[in-house]
Nanobody
Framework: QVQLVESGGGLVQPGGSLRLSCAAS????????MGWYRQVPGNQRELVAT???????NYADSVKGRFTISRGNVQNTVFLQMNSLKPEDTGVYYC??????????????WGKGTLVTVSS
């Protein structure tokens, strides 16, 4: 069974930084892409950033130049470095793994989320 576990959320003042981490575990042969999405109450979950296995990245316009997604040296880990945080970055951040190949299936998985609050 595949599990994604996020960490690194918390309360930060506007202009501050946070680093989110996500680790995928289980009998995984490969992962095509990993990413971060965020959701605030009443809104749909939205893409923040993704990174493909080859290293290609994609960012929401609202975070370009402030956030950086990267894959860790440890297999199946992904990070999101968030700088110059704004109150509108507040939300629950979910880790996603897409194109996950296991012995049983190929599919997508989500973590349970980590809360990021940007407030003075």
């Amino acid at each position: 069974q595949v599990q994604l576990v996020e960490s690194g959320g918390g309360l930060v003042q506007p202009g501050g930084s946070l680093r989110l981490s996500c680790a995928a575990s289980g009998s995984i042969f490969s992962i095509n892409a990993m990413g971060w999405y965020r959701q605030v109450p009443g809104n749909q979950r939205e893409l923040v950033a993704t990174i493909a296995s080859g290293g290609t990245t994609n960012y929401a316009d609202s975070v370009k130049g402030r956030f950086t997604i990267s894959r860790g040296n440890v297999q199946n880990t992904v990070f999101l470095q968030m700088n110059s945080l704004k109150p509108e970055d507040t939300g629950v951040y979910y880790c996603n793994a897409d194109g996950v190949v296991t012995i049983a299936r190929i599919g997508a998985y989500w973590g349970k989320g980590t809360l990021v609050t940007v407030s003075s």
